[in-house]
């Protein structure tokens, strides 16, 4: 809470929302958004690390496998994603308002629909090419996080999903929204894409029992994830929820349990089915 007293001072020492256009690019009557190319930049990084891991680090993937793949991928994310959003936080609006559905870069994708979107990509992948579902899991899971930072970076540039009132010095003051706020996108892009990243590239880079690596992308996610959602203001449309906690907390608790689960049974199963992710 900030205390009225200290409102004046304040003001001084906040940062200020730099004001990025959300268009990149106009061509025309065509605009290219800065959100539309953080997914872009994130299919390209899932693309490059891919490609960098077969090359160094042969699997049961090679570089075409990798090209298909990321095109199950992109799809998952993009239907997952939106399908997640409309489902899990805001179905009675898009019930009344069918035709923002397609109007994706405006916002408005779930990573845990996303999530659910990918699975599903991967598992119709890896019985296209008769591979173990967790073979693919394991390769995929250390490519994901620096993508979760482009797209965060994309939330920032948006403006959108700032986060509650804070008297820290690295407060920020948004358009339009009172008081300073934590820059919680930004504290997503560090963990979620950047920390997470190095947890998840590091820990595959040695031999790990078989769904090791999914399980610590599930709960190195879901650990960050809710852990940021409490500096995050919650949607306005929804609030808190029951506890006291958000819609993305309670979606990132199942992410944690599962990837408990993986790792647990992965170590069980013991060194014969150790590979590299």
């Known amino acids: ?32 958004r800065w959100y539309g190319l953080m997914y872009l930049l994130a299919f390209t990084f899932v693309l490059v690390l891919g490609r960098y891991r077969i090359k160094h680090q042969p699997g049961p993937l090679s570089l075409r496998d990798l090209d298909d793949l990321l095109f199950f991928g ?20 898009y019930v009344a308002h069918p035709m923002m559905v397609f109007e994706v870069w405006n916002g408005g994708m779930s990573f845990h629909g996303g999530l659910i979107g990918v699975i599903i990509a991967m598992a119709l992948f890896a019985r296209s090419r008769k591979l173990a579902f967790f073979a693919v ?10 993508g979760l930072a482009a797209g965060r970076f994309g939330n920032f540039i948006n403006g959108e999903l700032w986060g509650r009132p804070t008297d820290l010095p690295w407060g920020m003051l948004f358009p339009g929204v009172p008081l300073p706020r934590h820059p919680s996108q930004l504290y997503e892009l560090a963990l979620e ?59 990132s608790l199942p992410m944690i349990l599962l990837g408990i689960g993986l790792m647990i049974n992965a170590y069980r199963r013991g060194g014969s089915d150790s590979v590299k992710a």
């Open 137 to 146: 899991a394991d390769f995929v899971a250390p490519l994901v996080p620096l």
């Open 193 to 251: 894409g950047i920390v997470l990243f190095i947890l998840v590239w590091t820990f595959s880079m040695r031999p790990r029992p078989r769904g090791a690596t999914a399980g610590l992308f599930l709960i190195g996610y879901g650990c960050a994830r809710f852990a940021v959602e409490f500096t995050r203001e919650p949607d306005s449309f929804l609030g808190l929820l029951a506890f006291g906690l958000s819609m993305g907390q309670w979606l």
């Open 1 to 32: 809470m900030l205390a009225s007293g200290g409102i004046f001072h304040l003001y001084f020492r906040m940062l200020t929302y730099p004001h990025f256009d959300p268009v990149a690019i106009h061509l025309g009557p065509l605009s290219i």
């Open 74 to 93: 992109i799809l998952g994310t993009i239907l997952g994603g939106r399908l997640g959003y409309i489902l899990f936080y805001q179905l009675n609006y």
